[in-house]
């Protein structure tokens, strides 16, 4: 099965516009491997999903990832 990916650096950020009448919205994130296996010393990053119109910033989603100090991660 072939996934699509999109591999942004910390810190990045990727927006969407003009998702006029969306009600959800889905996708996954992490780290590669090698970001904190073998000489990978990642200090991890935090994602967030916000939402904004002209009036307002909402903080939908936020998850510290850190994979090298937390197991699971």
Known sequence: MTK???L???PS???FAGLEGA?????AFGFV???YTGS?????ATFRI???DSHQQVELYHRLLNPL???GD
Request: no cysteine; aromatic share 4%.
């Open 40 to 44: 990978g010393q990642t200090d991890g």
């Open 50 to 52: 916000l939402w904004q």
């Open 33 to 35: 491997e090698t970001a």
């Open 23 to 27: 009600t959800s919205v889905s996708g």
């Open 69 to 71: 100090n937390v197991p």
């Open 4 to 6: 699509m990916a999109v």
């Open 13 to 15: 950020s990727l927006e």
């Open 8 to 10: 942004l650096h910390a």
